[in-house]
């Protein structure tokens, strides 16, 4: 993932910053992490890798000493710093990674490591590092001054979307600027429903004057396997001069399921969000409040719109596409943002057109970053599902749902600071208006409740690439017990950000 052509950094989003950075902690060691030996980490066993008069020959020279000097920990730092002061932060975050396994518990060494990461292009990593060794208590007054100051100064320039966010959120610099962010990930799964089929066995028809129950094809049953994944998906935001925003997102998704040919599908989205101007907003007069180095707190109020397209395509048949607008309003505060919407979608079954329909409903979302590292999403929805064709089963739907999503510091690797707990569960609701079918459970009109969790561990292995463990639990309840269904599943997958 890692390029040794250093003039790329000079195009990514974190080189300005921490090049900054990383001259003022320089040229400034009250502040700064103080590179000498009482301020790294223990010295190995070796006296003449971490003397001082040693560590304080120039980069060139200093650096020819690493094959004898690999496994002491404060020449690894002195020469990660050293590096960052050149502003080659891909090299810098190899020195101090390997520092981190020789001695994973020195601020000094993790300032220096984030520092590293952004440069890198990896602000993300860089910012959930900070955060957690900034809520350590025994950090020299010093040094926890320092990781104030890059936190707030790095984090209004956090403006690309982390890979499962949304493309909207927190702002909280309204300086004109853009960023872009390419993800792309391998996944490697177990799901035991893979096509998400009924939980039930056979089948009881209600007939006049009787009920028949008959067994289920072997091909409804769930069906157990692996399944592989690849992701790609773009990014694209830019903050307008006069106030306004706007991000495009786009994603392509391959899932292979060769236990279950039916299910190996392909789909594709891409997303346009424009936020106007605000039409009313306040700043806080009083600057003694702020925290020192940070932005005053603003409230704002404006318009925006979204479209999208989805399109899906199995093996099996099934084609879907579908095509939404939203128009709302967007009420900004501090760390907040709260948006509410009017929805239209179309949905277009084209394999089975008669499930068809149009859907218009209304959305509230609530979206916070409780601190640099830790972010939530909050989500209310609530709609109608007109059919396209008087004759679809069940008729018109009434549609509820909610969803819930925290991002949350998580236990990392040893000298592999940053890793990151997604939490996530999602419900829906749904009733239809008249009755599914007369063969079934005499005509009973359907209702349906699903409830979705899902828990991932995301660890930084390198700047931009990141691996991660997951489990997801799917339980389906409904009237008619056909569409009573029960889904469980495990992954894991590396993921690479540029």
């Known amino acids: ?40 980490p223990a010295a190995a066993a070796d006296p003449a890798c971490d003397a001082p008069a040693f560590l304080a020959q120039d980069p060139d020279r200093l650096s020819a000493a690493l094959p004898r000097c690999e496994k002491n920990p404060t020449y690894l730092y002195h ?60 950090l020299p007054a010093p040094l926890r001054a320092s990781l104030h100051h890059l936190l707030a100064t790095w984090a209004p320039r956090l403006l690309a979307p982390p890979a499962d966010g949304p493309i909207w959120g927190p702002q ?51 069906r157990a396997g692996i399944w592989q994944q690849a992701d790609l998906r773009a990014s694209h935001q830019r903050q307008q001069p006069g106030g306004s925003r706007w991000g495009l997102q786009a994603a392509l998704q391959q899932r292979n399921t060769p236990s279950y040919a039916s299910t190996t599908s392909s789909q594709a989205e891409i997303q346009l969000d424009y936020t106007l101007a605000p039409v009313w907003q306040w700043e806080a007069a009083s600057k003694t409040i702020a925290t020192p180095g940070q932005p005053p707190a603003r409230t704002s109020l404006a318009p925006w719109a979204s479209l999208g397209l989805t399109a899906l395509h199995t093996q099996g048949g099934t084609r879907y596409a579908g095509r939404n607008l939203a128009l709302g309003l967007e009420w900004a505060a501090s760390a907040c943002v709260l948006r509410a919407a009017l929805d239209s979608q179309q949905r277009q079954l084209h394999s089975t057109p008669i499930l068809s329909g149009r859907y218009l409903g209304a959305s509230l979302q609530w979206q916070c970053q409780a601190s640099s590292a830790r972010q939530w999403l909050a989500a209310l929805r609530a709609g109608r599902d007109q059919a396209q064709d008087p004759g679809r089963p069940g008729g018109n739907q009434a549609q509820y749902g909610a969803r819930l999503q925290l991002a949350t510091p998580a236990p990392s690797l040893p000298g592999r600071p940053g890793a990151q707990w997604l939490l996530e569960a999602d419900y829906s609701h749904q009733r239809d208006t008249q009755g599914y079918s007369p063969l079934l459970q005499d005509n009973r009109r359907r209702q349906q409740q699903r409830l979705s969790a899902r828990i991932e561990w995301q660890q930084p292995l390198w700047p931009g690439l990141h691996t991660f463990i997951a489990g997801e639990a799917v339980a389906q309840n409904a009237n008619l017990t056909l569409f009573q269904m029960r889904s469980q599943g495990l992954w894991l997958g590396l993921r690479g950000q540029w």
Request: glycine share 4%; hydrophobic share 40%.
């Open 1 to 40: 993932m890692r390029r040794n052509n250093h003039r790329a950094n000079r195009r990514r989003p974190g080189h300005a910053a921490a090049a900054a950075l990383s001259l003022l902690l320089a040229c400034a060691p009250a502040q700064a992490a103080d590179p000498t030996p009482a301020a790294t």
């Open 79 to 138: 020469l990660g710093w050293q590096r960052n002061q050149q502003q080659r932060y891909e090299q810098a975050a190899d020195h101090l990674e390997r520092a981190l396994l020789l001695a994973p518990d020195q601020p000094a060494t993790l300032l220096q490591y984030a520092i590293a990461l952004a440069g890198s292009g990896d602000l993300h990593s860089a910012i959930h590092l900070m955060t957690a060794l900034r809520q350590r208590s025994d």
């Open 172 to 222: 909280a610099d309204p300086s004109p600027r853009s960023a872009t962010l390419l993800t792309a990930s391998l996944r490697l799964g177990y799901d035991n429903n893979l096509q998400g089929a009924s939980r039930q066995s056979s089948l009881t028809l209600t007939l006049p004057g009787q009920h028949i129950t008959l067994p289920l094809e072997p091909d409804q049953l769930p």
